[in-house]
């Protein structure tokens, strides 16, 4: 079963803020529990705000089922109008009608994707804001290595 991103990406920056409420219990970090505090809450926080990026960004969906119904419409309809026109000029503008009919489809099909567009560039910028966030955490943590005095590897 697919999970849907949001919720992913959310989960994911929970069991990140439990890895920095965890750290807190490592002694030889004890200096840094402010830092792994800010950490976790911020993760948190991130957990809450990529789960509010759904309502935020609310998919377009296609309605497909409208289409279907117009498609087996014009179908039906164009068959009986042929039929019955006078004359095969009118018949042919019928047939050209439908064309016309079913390139609006598509523009609506296309507007659709435009939409579908909009909603992912909106998403992406959203997430590259986090991740510039996140950016900025990592130079934080670089920083905390001030309090223990440079110490080199364990």
Do not use: W
Not at 3 to 23: G, K
Not at 26 to 32: H, N, P
Not at 116 to 131: F, Q, S, T, Y
């Amino acid at each position: 079963m697919a999970v849907p991103i949001f919720s992913f990406l959310a989960t994911l920056e929970s069991d990140i803020a439990d890895f920095y409420r965890r750290l807190k219990s490592v002694s030889r970090l004890v200096r840094s529990d402010r830092l792994f505090d800010f950490m976790a809450n911020h993760s948190s926080g991130h957990s809450q705000e990529i789960m509010g990026l759904s309502e935020r960004h609310a998919r377009p969906e296609l309605d497909q089922a409208f289409i279907r119904d117009v498609h087996e419409k014009i179908k039906v309809s164009l068959m009986a109008e042929i039929r019955n026109a006078p004359d095969l000029g009118e018949a042919v503008e019928k047939i050209a009608r439908t064309e016309e009919l079913v390139g609006k489809m598509y523009q609506m099909v296309a507007a659709h994707y435009r939409r579908l567009a909009e909603h992912c560039l909106g998403v992406a910028g959203d997430l590259d804001r986090i991740a510039s966030e996140e950016f900025q955490h990592r130079d934080m943590v670089l920083k905390e290595r001030e309090r223990y005095g440079g110490e080199g590897p364990a």
